[in-house]
């Protein structure tokens, strides 16, 4: 499944790879894309919202779903 993410925090070219680097570390997930304010990733289910969340969270941005 497709989950659409909404990420606050972000604002330039190394926002997108810090967020892209930090959703790549969780296992089960494949990054699509990534831009400013929004990332694309597909997942099994979304049950791993949270673990998103986290590593968002780790690398000083907020998930806003």
């Given at each position: 499944m497709k989950l659409n993410l909404k990420i606050d925090?972000?604002?330039c070219e190394h926002c997108i790879k810090s967020v892209k680097?930090?959703?790549e570390e969780i296992k089960g997930i494949k990054v699509l894309d990534v831009k400013i304010g929004s990332?694309?990733?597909e997942a099994e289910n979304d049950s791993i919202l949270n673990e998103i969340k986290e590593k968002l969270d780790d690398a000083g941005y907020d998930l806003v779903r």
């Open positions: 925090g972000m604002g680097e930090a959703l990332a694309e990733v």
